[in-house]
Every structure is written in C-alpha cells, then in structure tokens.
C-alpha cells in the first residue's frame, strides 16, 4: 500500500499513484498500458508483491511459479536496451520480490512477517513460566550431552517443532493471533535449542 503524505498536492499525488512514462494510472510492475517498467512502490506488502492472499497458509507451488514468472519478466536481459532509469527500476523490483519470497517461503519469517502486518511484536509474548523452565532444563541437558544424547534431543526438539507448527497453522487459520505469536515465540525457543546443537 502506498503511503500518501499529506502535503502532497494532487496533482503530485496522481503522479505518485501513475506511471512515470504514459501516467496511466498503474500499481502494477509492468504498466499495462505502455509496458514500461515502474519502480517499487514505497511501502510494500510481500504478499502484494507475489500476488499471495495474506494469510499464514500458502500453497508452495503457487509461490514458486509466481517468484519464477517475476523473476522472468524482470530478468536484466529484458532490460539491455533500455534506460538507465528503467535498469535501475528492474533491479530494484527484482530484489524486492527476492526479497519477499525470502520471507514467505519460510515458516517462521512468514509468520513473524504477518503478526508484524498486523501490528504484534513478539517481544512483547509472555510465555509460561512453565515453558521457560523446561527450556532452561532442556538447555542444560544439552551442555551435559554426549553425542548419542545429542540426537536424541535432536529428536525430541523436532517433535516439539511440529506440534508447534501445527498450532501455528491452527490459531491462524482461527485468527486467534495472540495465541498465534506465542507458539511462534516456542518455534524460535526450538530453533536456538537446535542451533545449539547442530
Ligand atoms: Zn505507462
């Protein structure tokens, strides 16, 4: 979405919102009437950028085939003949979707990236006391393991993983966000643990 300051007369701001070469009004990365390339806009959404619905549950082949056709129609030997301008515009573009498939393709960036969209931080997850002291023990088995115990934690922390996983999946399909951001904040508890021992 772009972000439209106020002071913006109108007509800066039909610029803003329209093609730099034909001023055909133009969201897109192509403009469709003139096909030039547009720079990226400046406050973006990677789901907009990969034309993905938002939401936590993606289809991977969709988001593949949309990166690929991107990455296609913004390869630089589309550009070669073109402007500087235009070049830097593709360039731009390009890493921007890199960027965002980056993000979406994984899990956990994914739904650290959508909690951010909707505002939750989480820095501010307060997990159980519970939790935090069965981390802190989980913790000190690893420092005492030998390499046979090490993976059987490995083991044991995949598990955690995936029930995690399947929470996630869960609260956000229920849009219960709050309880989402707290099995995202396990997910990266689990992901120190395995860190830890890989
Ligand atoms: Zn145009």
């Known amino acids: 979405m772009l972000f439209v ?17 034909c001023n055909a009004a133009s969201q897109e990365v192509i403009c469709s009437q ?15 950028v990969l034309h993905q619905e938002e939401k936590f549950t993606l289809r991977a082949q969709d988001l593949q085939k949309r990166f690929r056709d991107m990455q296609r129609v913004l390869h630089p030997d589309k550009f070669a003949n073109c402007s ?30 959508l909690l951010q969209l909707k ?44 029930l995690a996983m399947a929470e996630l999946q869960e609260h956000f399909a229920n849009k219960k966000l709050s309880e989402a951001s707290e099995s995202l904040a396990k997910l990266k508890y689990f992901e120190n643990l395995r860190n830890r021992l890989s």
């Open 119 to 162: 505002g939750i931080s989480l820095a501010e997850v307060q997990l159980s006391q519970e939790f935090l002291l069965e981390m802190m023990e989980f913790n000190e088995e690893i420092d005492r393991a030998d390499d046979s115990k090490r993976e059987e934690l490995l083991g044991q922390i995949a598990e955690f993983e995936e």
């Open 84 to 113: 500087e301008k235009e070049k830097n515009f593709s360039a731009d573009q390009s890493a921007l979707v890199n960027q965002a498939y980056q993000v979406l393709l994984k899990p956990i960036q994914r739904a650290t990236y």
């Open 34 to 48: 003139c096909g030039k390339i547009q720079p990226p806009q400046q406050e973006v959404n990677y789901f907009k």
């Open 5 to 21: 300051r106020s002071w913006l007369t109108p007509r800066q701001l039909r610029r803003l919102l329209s093609c730099w070469s």
